[in-house]
C-alpha cells in the first residue's frame, strides 16, 4: 500500500504571499490532519478533515484553511504568511476514527521557509 | 488545557545502555497515549501506543512503556540502545474530549555513541 505523500517538499514563500500544500492519503483512507512542527517542536495540531468536511481545529487563525476532496488527498492553504510561518508542515492521514486507536500515518512533511 | 512535557531534550548514551525517557500529561479524564519516532530523514512513525489495559505496552525494536495513572506519566524505555535507535521520540496523548487531534511534546532528541 501508498503511504502518504506530501508535494512540494521543500518552499520559499516572501512575507504577505499565499502557499498552498497538498497531501495524498494513503490508500483507503478518509481522515486527513495537517500538523505544523516549528524547529525544536513537536507537531501542533491545525485540523482535521473527514469526508470532505472539518471535523476539529486547532489554535491557528483563519488564514491556515484546507479543503478535502473526493478521493480524500487534501490541500493546506495559508494566507498573508508570516515569518513565524516558517516550519515543516506535516500532514497524516487514517481510516476514520482508527486514527484513535492506531496512530495516524504521517507523510515526510513540506518545509516551509518564509522571508 | 491539554498538554505533554517531555522534560529530556537531548539524550546521549553508548551503546548497550539502558534507555528510560520521561513524559507527562496534564489532563484528568481518559487518555489515549502515543509514543511516536521520527528517524533522520524520515517520517514520524509510531512506537506503541496504550488505550486500556495492561499498563505496560510493548512496541516495536525493544521498545516499551509505562502507563502510570496516579503520575500522569508515560514513559518510554528500552533496556539496551543500538546506534540505530539514534533519533527523535515524541510523546502524545489523544483525548476523548478532542476525539480529532493528537497533542504531542517537544520531543526528545537521542544520539547513540558507537
Known amino acids: 500500500e501508498t503511504g502518504v505523500t506530501q508535494s512540494p517538499t521543500h518552499l520559499i514563500k516572501t512575507r504577505g504571499q499565499q502557499v498552498t500544500l497538498r497531501c495524498s492519503s494513503q490508500s483507503g483512507h478518509n481522515t486527513v490532519s495537517w500538523y505544523q512542527q516549528a524547529l525544536g517542536q513537536g507537531p501542533q495540531f491545525i485540523f482535521q478533515y473527514y469526508r470532505e468536511e472539518e471535523n476539529g481545529r486547532g489554535n491557528f487563525p483563519p488564514r491556515f484553511s484546507g479543503l478535502q476532496f473526493p478521493n480524500y488527498s487534501s490541500e493546506l492553504n495559508v494566507n498573508a504568511l508570516e515569518l513565524d510561518d516558517s516550519a515543516l508542515y506535516l500532514c497524516a492521514s487514517s481510516r476514520g476514527t482508527e486514527g484513535i486507536k492506531h496512530g495516524y500515518t504521517f507523510g515526510s512533511g513540506t518545509r516551509l521557509t518564509v522571508v | ?114
Do not use: M
Not at chain 2, 22 to 46: E, M
Not at chain 2, 75 to 82: C, M
Open chain 2, 1 to 114: 488545557a491539554q498538554s505533554v512535557s517531555q522534560h529530556n531534550h537531548h539524550v546521549i548514551l553508548s551503546e548497550a545502555a539502558s534507555l528510560e525517557l520521561g513524559c507527562n500529561y496534564s489532563y484528568g479524564g481518559t487518555v489515549n497515549l502515543f509514543w511516536y519516532v521520527q528517524y533522520p530523514g524520515q517520517h514520524l512513525q509510531l512506537l506503541l501506543k496504550y488505550f486500556s489495559g495492561d499498563p505496560l505496552v510493548k512496541g516495536i525494536k525493544g521498545f516499551e512503556a509505562e502507563f502510570i495513572k496516579s503520575k500522569f506519566s508515560f514513559n518510554l524505555r528500552k533496556p539496551s540502545v543500538q546506534w540505530s535507535d539514534t533519533a527523535e521520540y515524541f510523546c502524545a496523548v489523544n483525548t476523548y474530549s478532542s476525539a480529532s487531534k493528537i497533542i504531542f511534546g517537544s520531543g526528545t532528541r537521542l544520539s547513540i555513541r558507537p
